[in-house]
């Protein structure tokens, strides 16, 4: 089976872009994270979906990020306008609906504003 | 206070060495623990999940979970070089949805 699948890879664009980064999902998973990685503050958990329903988005850091899962194998987080403090590893993951089961994490997209 | 703490290492073991690896978590409802390692500049991978009291042994891996003192531990036997890498505990709060919460991870260092 394909795993967690994102998209793009790598990017650097420059402040004030509008940066897109995409999330296809394994099949048969209805949970869905973005997660962001930096040095300073580890993995933090920036929103997740059950069913393609924002569950919790209190990770967000600002307005100037939003995220949105339309179907049940693609999801989008969006960072309108970026700023260098937004360079970081984005990570997205899935898993099964119910606690206990484990996430699994796609290859990251890694971006750098400057 | 952050729901899962880890020392940030580094930790340093000799190969051969058993590297142990320790965690703290504060939600009581917490349900299910999970170690992930991550080598640089990749993305984290699961070794190794636990769900009850007790210890779970998977080849040199040897999860032990204490609910009553709230940490999780991973063992490494035999650590070898391969090894280094950091390791993110992390665990999920029980509920109706899935919500995982990550450490800052240990690094952990294996020198020949």
Same mark, same amino acid.
């Given at each position: ?114 | ?7 940030? =290492? ?23 623990? *999970? ?18 009291? =007790?210890?779970?042994?998977? =080849?040199? *891996? ?34 109706? *949805?899935?919500?995982?919460? *990550? ?10």
């Amino acid at each position: 089976d394909a795993g967690v699948i994102q998209s793009p890879r790598h990017e650097v664009t420059e402040m004030g872009q509008e940066v897109t980064l995409r999330c296809k999902p394994i099949s048969g998973h209805n949970s869905l994270f973005w997660y962001r990685q930096t040095m300073m503050r580890g993995l933090e958990l920036l929103i997740y979906f059950n069913n393609n329903v924002p569950i919790d988005d209190s990770g967000m850091p600002e307005d100037r990020f939003s995220a949105k899962m339309p179907n049940a194998s693609f999801s989008t987080l969006k960072i309108q306008p970026s700023e260098p403090r937004d360079s970081a590893v984005y990570f997205c993951a899935s898993s099964r609906q119910y606690g206990g089961n484990t996430i699994y994490f796609g290859e990251g997209s890694w971006l750098t504003v400057v | 206070q952050k729901e899962v703490e880890q020392n940030s =290492g580094p930790l340093s073991v000799p190969e051969g060495a058993i590297a142990s690896l320790n965690c703290t978590y504060s939600d009581r409802v917490s349900q299910s623990f *999970f170690w992930y390692r991550q080598y640089s500049g990749k993305s984290p991978e699961l070794i190794m999940s636990i769900y009850s009291n =007790g210890d779970k042994e998977d =080849g040199r *891996f040897t999860a032990q979970l204490n609910k009553a003192s709230q940490y999780v531990s991973l063992l490494i036997r035999d650590s070898q070089p391969s090894d280094s890498a950091t390791y993110l505990c992390a665990v999920n709060i029980k509920g109706n *949805f899935n919500k995982f919460y *990550f450490g800052s991870g240990t690094k952990l260092n294996v020198k020949p």
